[in-house]
Structures are given as C-alpha cells and as structure tokens.
C-alpha cells in the first residue's frame, strides 16, 4: 500500500518554494515535489486551486485540502493536522 503523501506544486526560482520544500522534511512528512515550470498540466492544476493565478507554494493534503502561500504556522498546523488526523487548528 502507497503511503499518503503531500504534494508540493513549485518553481525553482521561488523563495517561499524551497523553505517549503524543506519544511516537510523536517517533520518527517511524506511529500512529492512538482515543478511547473516544464509541466503545463501542473500549471493548470495550480491555476484552478487558485483561482485563475500560478501561486506557488501550492500544498495539496492527501484528504484534498490546498494550500498556496501558508505561511509557516499555517503549514505547520496542516502538517500536525495531517499526523493527528484532527482539523488543523483555525479550521472549523
């Protein structure tokens, strides 16, 4: 059985994509990186998780949430969300 993982839409010329990058690592959280700069159906993706815009970091949870641009409690709070199972924290 795969493991569920995050997915991390991102460029490499993004500042925000590689602390996020990082981060999951750090925690132990299994995540796959897609760049969208060579993928047109990533880009595509991304533009409808995001309402017509490219914004990168885009995180997309195994249960389906988004997030684009979190800033590091946000993405933190998902990341324990996503261990415990429990709604991240803010989230109703």
Same mark, same amino acid.
């Given at each position: 059985?795969?493991?569920?993982?995050?997915?991390?839409?991102?460029?490499?010329?993004?500042?925000?994509?590689?602390?996020?990058?990082?981060?999951?690592?750090?925690?132990?959280?299994?995540?796959?990186?897609?760049?969208?700069?060579?993928?047109? @159906? @990533?880009?595509?993706?991304?533009?409808?998780?995001?309402?017509?815009?490219?914004?990168?970091?885009?995180?997309?949870?195994?249960?389906?949430?988004?997030?684009?641009?979190?800033?590091?409690? @946000?993405?933190?709070? @998902?990341?324990?969300?996503?261990?415990?199972?429990?709604?991240?924290?803010?989230?109703?």
């Amino acid at each position: 059985m795969d493991t569920p993982e995050i997915v991390v839409y991102t460029t490499q010329w993004c500042g925000d994509c590689i602390v996020v990058k990082h981060l999951p690592k750090d925690w132990a959280v299994p995540f796959r990186e897609v760049d969208i700069s060579g993928d047109d @159906a @990533a880009r595509e993706f991304v533009r409808g998780a995001t309402h017509g815009y490219l914004s990168v970091p885009a995180l997309v949870f195994p249960d389906g949430r988004v997030l684009v641009e979190p800033s590091r409690h @946000a993405l933190r709070s @998902a990341i324990d969300a996503e261990r415990t199972g429990r709604p991240p924290m803010g989230s109703t």
